[in-house]
């Protein structure tokens, strides 16, 4: 199994893992490669630090005695580590990068007056609606010990700016 370190023409890093370089052509090829960020299919690999295996290497004896086991990595562990990365087995960052876009898109932008909006609607003082915006961890916790049901949204870093 090849770990390639790939960029998007927007620059988002991720990392794939292939069968082989021959894979990645071929998977690049039929356009079958996306980015998890924004779905492009302009993926390139950009440089990662080598792995070697030196075969020649002698071990300390006393260390080999000390040294824990590494785990041998079966069949069925490399066919669980392709479904965790295969957008199509498994929920994956892109999935979630997904969800938490439409509900931005379907919810109101209040900013930094999302604990007052929240308080507002939560004594009907203000129409309910679904809204998002930023505030303190405190701030939130006060929130939700208030009974009001709010939702932390992740990745919400990956998501000030466009990704495009």
Known sequence: MKVFNLKC???HP??????????????RS?????CPFCDSRCVEKTLSAPRLNLSG?????????????KPELTADTQTSVSAAI??????TLAQALKVVRQLLEHSEDVGERFAQEARSMHRQEAPLRPIHGSTSLETARELADEGLPIVPIPFAGLLKNSLH
């Open 9 to 11: 023409e927007h620059g």
């Open 14 to 27: 991720f990392e794939g893992w292939f069968k082989s370089h021959v894979a990645f052509e071929d998977q």
């Open 30 to 34: 039929r356009g079958l490669l996306t």
């Open 57 to 69: 290497a002698q071990a300390d004896p006393e260390a080999a005695v000390t040294a824990p086991e």
């Open 86 to 91: 295969d957008p199509k087995s498994s929920p």
